[in-house]
T-cell receptor
C-alpha cells in the first residue's frame, strides 16, 4: 500500500512570508497528525484530526498556524507569517484510528526560515 | 524533566557490535513505540509493544512495565543501521510522547 505522502520535501522562505504544506495519508486512515520537529528534539504534536474534525490542537500556535482537512482525506498546514523559530521538519502521520494504533509517518517537509 | 528519557544521546559503534539503547518514562502508558529516523526526516515504526519482548530480524525490543523502562537492541550492527532511534510512549490520553532520540553511527 502507498505510504503517507507529503510535499514539498524542502522549503526555504524569509521571515514574515507564508508557507503551506500538504499531506495525503494512507487510504482509509481516519486519523491524521501534524508534528513539528525542531533539530535535536523529538516530534511535537501540532494538531490531530479524526476524519475532518479536530481532536487536539492544544499545541498549535493559532495566531500563525492553521490546518484543515476539509474532506477527511488530505490535509494542509499553513504558517502565516513565518518566524525564524518555525524552522523545523514538519511531519505528517496517519493511523486507522486514534486509539492503540500504529502511526505511519510521511517523509516530512524541512522548512528553513531565513 | 522530560516524561520520556533516552540514553545515550549519541552512540558510535563498529560494524558487528551489539548495541543497546535505553528508554525510561515517568507516565502511565498503554503502549511504547520504537521509531527509526534517517537523515532527511522520514520516520519508520520499528516496534509497538505493551509487554514482554518483540524481535524483528536483528532488532529486539523489550519492556518492563513495573520499572517503566524499555530497551532496543541491535545485534550484528551494520552501517545502514545508522539513524536516530526514537522512543515514544502512548499515555493515558492516547497522545504519543516522544523522547529526544539517540543518534547511532555505525562505522565499517
Amino acid at each position: 500500500e502507498a505510504g503517507v505522502a507529503q510535499s514539498p520535501r524542502y522549503k526555504i522562505i524569509e521571515k514574515r512570508q507564508s508557507v503551506a504544506f500538504w499531506c495525503n495519508p494512507i487510504s482509509g486512515h481516519a486519523t491524521l497528525y501534524w508534528y513539528q520537529q525542531i533539530l535535536g528534539q523529538g516530534p511535537k504534536l501540532l494538531i490531530q484530526f479524526q476524519n475532518n474534525g479536530v481532536v487536539d490542537d492544544s499545541q498549535l500556535p493559532k495566531d500563525r498556524f492553521s490546518a484543515e482537512r476539509l474532506k477527511g482525506v488530505d490535509s494542509t498546514l499553513k504558517i502565516q507569517p513565518a518566524k525564524l523559530e518555525d524552522s523545523a521538519v514538519y511531519l505528517c502521520a496517519s493511523s486507522w484510528d486514534y486509539s492503540y494504533n500504529e502511526q505511519f509517518f510521511g517523509p516530512g517537509t524541512r522548512l528553513t526560515v531565513l | 524533566k522530560n516524561e520520556v528519557e533516552q540514553s545515550p544521546q549519541n552512540l558510535t559503534a563498529q560494524e558487528g557490535e551489539f548495541i543497546t539503547i535505553n528508554c525510561s518514562y515517568s507516565v502511565g502508558i498503554s503502549a511504547l513505540h520504537w521509531l527509526q529516523q534517517h537523515p532527511g526526516g522520514g520516520i519508520v515504526s520499528l516496534f509497538m509493544l505493551s509487554s514482554g519482548k518483540k524481535k524483528h530480524g536483528r532488532l529486539i525490543a523489550t519492556i518492563n512495565i513495573q520499572e517503566k523502562h524499555s530497551s532496543l537492541h541491535i545485534t550484528a550492527s551494520h552501517p545502514r543501521d545508522s539513524a536516530v532511534y526514537i522512543c515514544a510512549v502512548r499515555g493515558n490520553t492516547d497522545k504519543l510522547i516522544f523522547g529526544t532520540g539517540t543518534r547511532l553511527q555505525v562505522f565499517p
